[in-house]
Structure formats: structure tokens, C-alpha cells
T-cell receptor
Framework: GIQVEQSPPDLILQEGANSTLRCNFS?????LQWFHQNPWGQLINLFY???GTKQNGRLSATTVATERYSLLYISSSQTTDSGVYFC???????????FGTGTRLQVFP | DTGVSQNPRHKITKRGQNVTFRCDPI?????LYWYRQTLGQGPEFLTY????????KSRLLSDRFSAERPKGSFSTLEIQRTEQGDSAMYLC????????????FGSGTRLTVV
């Protein structure tokens, strides 16, 4: 089945810094989702991005489906950005998402 | 709409007892999913429904686990004869049809089996 890998596993930033998180997937996908899990465990959908680039405030994401990767950009990071970021891709022709192991982000003031 | 609602938020049970969790999806969503997450890992797929039909079950869902979605609305996940290895966060999500957008997750039910 599809494999989803994320890097880096951990990231420590000072408030105001920018960062790029990467997600590689082993098979062709027709959608890819990015989630933020806050320190209380809530998973928030950030982007549904099968291909191309989307932006939402300080966050943006780019998926290059032909090269099987996606990037999440966080600009001017804030302490509230702390948590774990997951990308997830579906098993072919299903809605079953396979999650990566996540990138744990800590932003300090 | 208040999003995806899960109850209870926390459950502590003794080994061998049965537990049941409930998920109320976003009303317009016809797909409902259950995932399990253990500490330090990403969520793992358990099962999903399209309306009231259960379309797929993971091998993780042993015969002690059963899920239902009567009338295509709320869903319940029951675990019989709980084991310590069942301790985890159980997450519910809902979505529109495939290709129509992403998942919305609930806050989860944290199960601790003692």
C-alpha cells in the first residue's frame, strides 16, 4: 500500500521564523490533506490539495503530484502554531487515508 | 453546524469491560470514518461508512470491535472485552463524497483500559 513519509520529524523555531515541512508519498494520489494537531489533540484540516498551490493566511501548501511530494509553508510562525503537522494520502480509489508520522513543531517566544 | 461531535471525551474502564463511543458527524456529510491514534503515531484507519453502509474495515478492527451507523446519521463504535492494548484516542471524521473536500475530525474519545 501507499507509504507516506514526513520530514523533519521535529522542528524548533523562534517566533517569527519561517519553515517548510515536507511530505513524500509512494504512489500516485488524487488528493492529499494536511492537518494540524494541537496540544489538546484536536486535528484541524489545513488543506485539501490534490495538486497545485493553496494559501490560507500565513500558511500555504504545494502539491506536485507527478513527483509525489507536498510542502507546507509556515511564515512568521507564532506560538499557537505549535503542535504536530500530519499529511495524509488515500489508498488508491478509496477514502481511507494513510497518515505520515508527523512533524512536531515547537515555536518559542 | 457545530462540527463533528464525539462522546465521551474520556473513558476509563477495567480490562474485560465493554465500552461504546458515539460520533455525530456534520449533518451534510454522508461519509463517516473511525480512526485510532496511539501516542506518538499518526491516526490509523479503522472503518468507514457511506450513509448507513459500512464500506471497509481495517484488519486492526478485530472481532471485538463493531461499528454501526443506523439511518446514516450518528455512529457508534463498541469494543467488547477491552484489553490494555485498546488504550488509545479514537477519532471520528466526516466528509462529503470523495473528491469533494477534506475530512473534518471530532475531538476524539480517549480510552484508558486499566
Amino acid at each position: 500500500g501507499i507509504q507516506v513519509e514526513q520530514s523533519p520529524p521535529d522542528l524548533i523555531l523562534q517566533e517569527g521564523a519561517n519553515s517548510t515541512l515536507r511530505c513524500n508519498f509512494s504512489d500516485s494520489v488524487n488528493n492529499l490533506q494536511w492537518f494540524h494537531q494541537n496540544p489538546w489533540g484536536q486535528l484541524i484540516n489545513l488543506f485539501y490539495i490534490p495538486s497545485g498551490t493553496k494559501q490560507n493566511g500565513r500558511l500555504s501548501a504545494t502539491t506536485v503530484a507527478t513527483e509525489r511530494y507536498s510542502l507546507l509553508y509556515i511564515s512568521s510562525s507564532q506560538t499557537t502554531d505549535s503542535g504536530v503537522y500530519f499529511c495524509a494520502a488515500p489508498v488508491y480509489n478509496t477514502d481511507k487515508l494513510i497518515f505520515g508520522t508527523g512533524t512536531r513543531l515547537q515555536v518559542f517566544p | 453546524d457545530t462540527g463533528v461531535s464525539q462522546n465521551p471525551r474520556h473513558k476509563i474502564t477495567k480490562r474485560g469491560q465493554n465500552v461504546t463511543f458515539r460520533c455525530d458527524p456534520i449533518s451534510e456529510h454522508n461519509r463517516l470514518y473511525w480512526y485510532r491514534q496511539t501516542l506518538g503515531q499518526g491516526p490509523e484507519f479503522l472503518t468507514y461508512f457511506q450513509n448507513e453502509a459500512q464500506l471497509e474495515k481495517s484488519r486492526l478492527l478485530s472481532d471485538r470491535f463493531s461499528a454501526e451507523r443506523p439511518k446514516g446519521s450518528f455512529s457508534t463504535l463498541e469494543i467488547q472485552r477491552t484489553e490494555q492494548g485498546d488504550s488509545a484516542m479514537y477519532l471520528c471524521a466526516s466528509s462529503f463524497d470523495r473528491g469533494s473536500g477534506g475530512y473534518t475530525f471530532g475531538s476524539g474519545t480517549r480510552l484508558t483500559v486499566v
